[in-house]
């Protein structure tokens, strides 16, 4: 079996070192293709370096731009690929541009495409990643589902068939990296064990409209007098924050350079909670028994809100609700369930289910 894998942006780029882990124990060919969605070195090849990940064989440089100038750059330049190493399935992982570029081009090649992080939603149902998430999932052969939810959710729309729930690739790689968190900036910065709160935004509903930012940042700036705030901000933030002239807001908030992952597991490890509107925090926050204020009208996370560990943020009061969550509340640790992301195995069910799916010849 030969497998085409694409990455692009830093969310996938996590996912795909477990995945490529199990590929090689196994034997199995892979081509890697880094589609250039992200490009600083902060964004992308830092979690080369840190995960161990070997270096793509083809990098498409596709940059930034609209999400039409990425979405089909990334589709012209992949189809290339694809014709010329004519694999028998494309891995495309979570809901960035590059995922739905690179399954619609397996789709329209006739190629079959694996969706890692299958049958994730939520609203605003017209945010860029659930358009990504939808057309992805509904043209994709294999979807592999972190969660029972998602596979319900897969359900509702008619997707049943090459469904499977395996576990999410992140909670493997949160347990293979644990022992090798780097908690440097703990000490960098002279913060206290559960006396600091990581936060992070990026979404373009959060960034995107001034009003909105300003009320996330005016939060920030409120709670920053009782806690001490470390921020690493995205490309993205920074730059509206400076177009909007926010800066100011910001004062007494540690904002600092993304970080990597094992640099932001060991942050979060030693945090008070968590602030976040990414979806891969949410989840790793939880991993590392930390609980987290999701500043999103929904999340794909819902598991965790439903279950009263995460708290779903999205009215004016941004101020009042961090007293919802409290740090250590221990009435919140025995909701923490367990297994809801699957046993940490899941690059291994994927990888097995890919052989005897290529073995069976469908
Ligand atoms: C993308 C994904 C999002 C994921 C996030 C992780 C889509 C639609 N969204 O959002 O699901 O959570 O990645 O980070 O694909 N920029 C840089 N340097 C970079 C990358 C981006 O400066 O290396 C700036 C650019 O100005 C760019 C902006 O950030 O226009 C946004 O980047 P983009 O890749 O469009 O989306 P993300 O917000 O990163």
């Given at each position: 079996?030969?497998?085409?894998?694409?990455?692009?942006?830093?969310?996938?780029?996590?996912?795909?070192?477990v995945v490529?882990e199990q590929l090689?124990k196994n034997?199995?060919?892979?081509?890697?293709?880094?589609?250039?969605?992200?490009?600083?070195?902060?964004?992308?090849?830092?979690?080369?370096?840190?995960?161990?990940?070997?270096?793509?064989?083809?990098?498409?440089?596709?940059?930034?731009?609209?999400?039409?100038?990425?979405?089909?750059?990334?589709?012209?330049?992949?189809?290339?690929?694809?014709?010329?190493?004519?694999?028998?399935?494309?891995v495309?992982?979570?809901?960035?541009?590059?995922?739905?570029?690179?399954?619609?081009?397996?789709?329209?090649?006739?190629?079959?495409?694996a969706?890692v992080e299958a049958?994730?939603?939520?609203?605003?149902?017209?945010?860029?990643?659930?358009?990504?998430?939808?057309?992805?999932?509904?043209?994709?052969?294999l979807l592999f589902a972190p969660?029972?939810?998602?596979v319900?959710?897969?359900?509702?729309?008619?997707?049943?068939?090459?469904v499977y729930f395996v576990g999410d690739v992140?909670y493997d790689?949160?347990?293979?990296?644990?022992?090798?968190?780097?908690?440097?900036?703990?000490?960098?910065?002279?913060?206290?064990?559960?006396?600091?709160?990581?936060?992070?935004?990026?979404?373009?509903?959060?960034?995107?409209?001034?009003?909105?930012?300003?009320?996330?940042?005016?939060?920030?700036?409120?709670?920053?007098?009782?806690?001490?705030?470390?921020?690493?901000?995205?490309?993205?933030?920074?730059?509206?924050?400076?177009?909007?002239?926010?800066?100011?807001?910001?004062?007494?908030?540690?904002?600092?350079?993304?970080?990597?992952?094992?640099?932001?597991?060991?942050?979060?490890?030693?945090?008070?909670?968590?602030?976040?509107?990414?979806?891969?925090?949410?989840?790793?926050?939880?991993?590392?028994?930390?609980?987290?204020?999701?500043?999103?009208?929904?999340?794909?996370?819902?598991?965790?809100?439903?279950?009263?560990?995460?708290?779903?943020?999205?009215?004016?009061?941004?101020?009042?609700?961090?007293?919802?969550?409290?740090?250590?509340?221990?009435?919140?640790?025995?909701?923490?369930?367990?297994n809801?992301y699957g046993n940490g195995d899941a690059a291994e069910r994927i990888v097995k289910l890919l052989t005897s799916w290529?073995?069976?010849?469908?």
């Open positions: 079996m030969k497998v085409v894998s694409l990455v692009g942006a830093r969310p996938q780029i996590i996912k795909e070192a490529q090689q034997g199995i060919r892979e081509v890697l293709v880094h589609s250039g969605q992200h490009y600083d070195y902060d964004m992308s090849d830092v979690f080369f370096k840190v995960l161990k990940i070997r270096e793509p064989d083809y990098n498409l440089g596709i940059g930034s731009g609209t999400h039409g100038e990425m979405t089909g750059r990334t589709m012209i330049a992949f189809e290339q690929v694809v014709m010329k190493e004519k694999p028998d399935v494309i495309v992982y979570g809901d960035t541009d590059t995922t739905v570029a690179g399954a619609l081009v397996g789709a329209k090649l006739k190629i079959p495409v969706h049958g994730i939603r939520q609203e605003p149902h017209n945010m860029p990643e659930e358009i990504n998430r939808k057309v992805t999932d509904h043209v994709s052969d969660s029972r939810l998602a319900e959710n897969l359900a509702r729309e008619g997707i049943t068939e090459g992140m790689l949160f347990l293979k990296m644990k022992p090798h968190f780097d908690y440097a900036v703990i000490d960098e910065l002279s913060l206290q064990e559960d006396n600091y709160v990581v936060v992070t935004i990026h979404r373009d509903f959060n960034t995107d409209d001034p009003v909105r930012l300003k009320w996330i940042l005016d939060g920030l700036h409120e709670l920053s007098k009782q806690l001490r705030l470390v921020f690493p901000m995205h490309p993205r933030t920074k730059k509206r924050i400076q177009e909007f002239g926010f800066g100011h807001v910001l004062e007494g908030v540690d904002v600092i350079q993304p970080l990597d992952y094992l640099e932001l597991m060991g942050l979060v490890m030693q945090s008070a909670f968590v602030i976040t509107d990414s979806g891969g925090l949410q989840k790793e926050a939880y991993f590392c028994g930390k609980r987290a204020l999701v500043v999103m009208p929904d999340t794909g996370w819902r598991e965790l809100v439903d279950v009263g560990w995460n708290v779903l943020l999205n009215d004016d009061a941004f101020c009042r609700n961090f007293s919802r969550i409290k740090v250590n509340d221990a009435s919140a640790q025995d909701r923490k369930q367990s809801i290529a073995e069976s010849g469908s």
